[in-house]
């Protein structure tokens, strides 16, 4: 039989989106291939420290936890860490007393870790520098999905639809905030929506509708970064469609958050997350054969947009009343938790969690082949 591939999968986070990583990563670790596959699981917490298999493992829930060899569950508990420096394949001991020294070599990482410092870009510079094979975004892009200011600038250049907006620093707010308000009037008016340019999972994300709330609700994204977003609210369904594949990616079918509750203000984290009953994620989405081509063919263009690889989950609003389709964002660590969009996009599309997460790590290979061509001197 050939060799098991040694996948490291990096969950938790220093995000708010951490314990949402363990759930995915639970949910990785159990459909994965065990026959193909040894999984080490390797945690980063809250702080940021990074955590051995064994206490990692500790982190996830019993059923994923079950789907570990004992010698991983009973594996040396010392400081691990992954290092910049391609002589070392994989994690690396750094513990000075330790008895064990051998290095764990990895084949491929799987970051399964959403938010900042996991799904924007640092990770996967980290990755890069030590050469190790991984899943999902480069650099550019996963940096670009994180950054709504960034990727709205390569949307609009791709000529991708997308909402009114208007975006500010937030020392350009303190220092004249008359200016930035008028803007806003002039440009947007209300009601409108306030983001800060990094984040996700609406953390920082409020309505405003008249020039009280909008003080208060840029004052609050301002807490959460250095670059704040206006954007008209617009009244739509909510769409999504997952893409996958390298230079020459695919779209599932989308699928579409249902609001059975129109007190629910909008889709935050718990609706997301929690079977609150109010939203229900439906594949396919109710819509014409026509939209729902456009959507995956505006899913991959936005894929494209941003020099996507592995996977992404696009963002659509279709409006209610002109029926316009507008990319509102990309995702590239999506939730893979067994509620989330992006297993259920593709399972829906004929390819289930087990053969998604397979397809995934043989493009992270591929990609990683690919940049081996790149000459690397002059
Ligand atoms: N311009 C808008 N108009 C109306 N609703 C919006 C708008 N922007 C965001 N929302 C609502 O807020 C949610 C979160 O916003 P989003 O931009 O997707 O940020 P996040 O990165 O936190 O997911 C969306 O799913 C949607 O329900
Ligand atoms: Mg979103």
């Given at each position: 039989m050939a060799k098991k591939l040694r996948v490291g999968v990096v969950f938790g986070g220093r995000s708010g989106e951490h314990e949402i990583s363990i759930r995915s990563a639970a949910a990785v670790i159990e459909a994965i291939d065990q026959k193909k596959y040894e999984v080490i699981p390797i945690a980063i917490t809250k702080e940021g420290k990074w955590l051995a298999p064994s206490a990692a493992s500790a982190l996830l829930p019993t059923l994923a936890s079950q789907q570990l060899p004992e010698e991983i569950i009973n594996s040396n508990p010392g400081d691990i860490a992954i290092l910049g420096d391609p002589s070392h394949q994989g994690l690396t001991r750094i513990t000075s007393n330790d008895d064990d020294v051998s290095p764990q070599t990895l084949d491929v990482v799987f970051p399964v870790l959403h938010g900042?410092?996991?799904?924007?870009?640092t990770l996967q510079g980290l990755l890069e520098m030590a050469d190790v094979p991984y899943v999902g975004c480069g650099v550019v892009a996963s940096a670009c999905g994180m950054d709504k200011v960034a990727m709205k600038m390569l949307f609009a250049q791709s000529g991708l639809p997308l909402c009114k907006y208007v975006w500010f620093l937030r020392s350009e707010w303190q220092r004249d905030q008359t200016k930035a308000l008028r803007r806003v009037a002039r440009e947007i008016g209300f009601p409108c929506f306030v983001k800060p340019a990094n984040l996700g999972s609406s953390v920082g994300i409020s309505k405003a509708k008249d020039k009280e709330s909008l003080i208060k609700a840029i004052d609050l994204a301002a807490e959460y970064d250095r670059k704040v977003i206006v954007e008209e609210l617009v009244n739509a369904r909510e769409l999504e469609c997952a893409v996958l594949g390298n230079d020459q990616p695919s779209a599932s079918l989308p699928g579409e958050y249902v609001v059975h509750d129109e007190a629910a203000r909008f889709l935050d984290y718990t609706e997301k997350y929690a079977s609150t009953g109010h939203v229900e994620f439906v594949v396919p989405a109710p819509v014409s054969k026509a939209m729902s081509a456009k959507i995956q063919r505006l899913a991959i263009q936005a894929f494209q947009a941003v020099d996507g690889s592995g996977l992404a989950r696009v963002d659509f609003f279709l409006t209610r009343d002109t029926k316009e389709l507008l990319v509102n964002e990309l995702n590239t660590l999506p939730g893979l938790t067994e509620v989330s969009g992006y297993p259920k996009m593709w399972a829906a599309s004929g390819l289930p969690f087990p053969k998604m997460l397979e397809r995934l790590i043989d493009l992270a290979f591929e990609r990683h082949q690919d940049k081996r061509k790149t000459k690397k001197t002059i």
């Open positions: 900042p410092y996991g799904e924007d870009g």
